[in-house]
Structures are given as C-alpha cells and as structure tokens.
C-alpha cells in the first residue's frame, strides 16, 4: 500500500507556543489529504480537508486561525497549531488520498502525540 | 448522508477461533467501504475495501469482509483469530464519487486471548 509519513511522532511545547506537523506521501502524489484529531479511545475528527496549491476546508467548529493548513505540493501538507493551550493536547494524524475514480482510498500517518503544558 | 454505524464497542474472542466485527452502513448512491486497523499509538492501516464487483473482499493480514446490500453491511471477519489480531477497527464509507470526505464508524476494539 501507499506511504505516508509524519513528522513529528511526537512534541511537548509550553502553552502559548506554535507547532508545526508535517505530512508526507511518500510514493503517490496526493492531491487531497485530511487532517484528523483523535481523542483517547475515540473516533478520528476529521478536522479540515486539504487541497494541494488552494485553501483547505474546515469541518464546522475547527477553527482556522488556529489550525493552519498548507499543502504547497502534491506530496506534503502541514498543519500548525498555532498559540497551543493544553486543550489542544490530542493525537493528530494525516492522510493522503489516492487518485483514481472510484478506488481512491485513503492512507494514514503513523500519527502525531501533542502534549501543551 | 452517508454514515456507518459499530454497535460493538469491543469484541472479544479466543485464539484460534473466527471473528466478526459488525459494520453497518448508510448511503445514498452506491457505497464505497472499508476497513483500517489501528495499533496503540499509531496511525490507520488500510485493511481492504468494496467498491464494486465480489461480495466477498479479501484484504491484508488473512482479513476478509462481506458486503451484504440488502442488510446494508459490510462485516469483517476471520477464520482463525491471532493474539496480534488485538487492535482498534474502524470502518468507513466513501461519499459519492465526487466527494471523497471519509465517514468513520465508532470503532470497535478487539481483543484475541491466548
């Protein structure tokens, strides 16, 4: 299967700072990718799809000043977190969708761990 | 709208012994569905997929599902159950063809005893 790679696994920042996590796919270009958040023993909350070279739709409730997306090319986006607080602490992970009609299937990063202290 | 639905939050089953892990599925138009498996602490796996043709869907790790269109369900199963089968499911459904957001279900973790 496709590839899709993230960075970093896992970040400690103080309240009040930025951070920044970066999604690749690996071996396909990705036109599109979707940023989830995760909390412990829950459902993925798909957070705001991305779109390479346009601006990135945000699920209602996400706010986009504070969740930066970028996706500058068809095989990396990033998403900030921008003046993080400790309710931000959660498990983010991206994926890439392949391309194709029909068979386009969705492939996940292994996942980032966010602790704001 | 499109959704699915796992009314299993946890499934548990012997080493050895098959396993189902119930999925249910509402669309309108013809379903896209799948089915990713996650580790403690680690992103999705893809695990297999029905987009059209053989009701029965084989997929990695000796996985396989069965779309069901009158019972609107796409059931994971396996015919003999590994202790490293024990993981969190999630199964999930495509939007029309047009739309690609993924619809995830609840999850449902499974635990295979020796």
């Known amino acids: 299967g496709a590839v899709v790679s993230q960075h970093p696994s896992r970040v400690i920042c103080k309240s009040g700072t930025s951070v920044k996590i970066e999604c690749r796919s690996l071996?396909?270009?990705?036109?599109?990718m979707f940023w989830y958040r995760q909390f412990p023993k829950q459902s993925l909350m798909l957070m705001a799809t991305?779109?390479?070279?346009?601006?990135?739709?945000?699920e209602q409730g996400v706010e986009k000043d504070k969740f930066l997306i970028n996706h500058a090319s068809l095989t990396l986006s990033t998403l900030t977190v921008t003046s993080a607080h400790p309710e931000d602490s959660s498990f983010y992970i991206c994926?890439?969708?392949?391309?194709?009609?029909?068979?386009?299937?969705?492939?996940f990063g292994p996942g980032t761990r966010l602790l704001v202290l | 709208a499109q959704s699915v639905a796992q009314p299993e939050d946890q499934v548990n089953v012997a080493e050895g012994n098959p396993l189902t892990v119930k999925c249910t599925y509402s669309v309108s138009g013809n379903p896209y569905l799948f089915w990713y498996v996650q580790y403690p602490n680690r992103g999705l796996q893809f695990l297999l997929k029905y987009i059209t043709g053989d009701n029965l869907v084989k997929g990695s790790y000796g996985f396989e599902a069965e779309f069901n269109k009158s019972q609107t369900s796409f059931h994971l199963k396996k015919p003999s159950a590994l202790v490293s089968d024990s993981a969190l499911y999630f199964c999930a459904v495509r939007g029309a063809l047009g739309f690609n957001k993924f619809y995830f279900g609840s999850g449902t973790k499974l635990n295979v005893k020796p």
């Open positions: 071996d396909f270009q990705a036109t599109t």
């Open positions: 994926s890439g969708l392949t391309s194709g009609g029909p068979q386009e299937t969705q492939y």
């Open positions: 991305s779109n390479e070279g346009s601006k990135a739709t945000y």
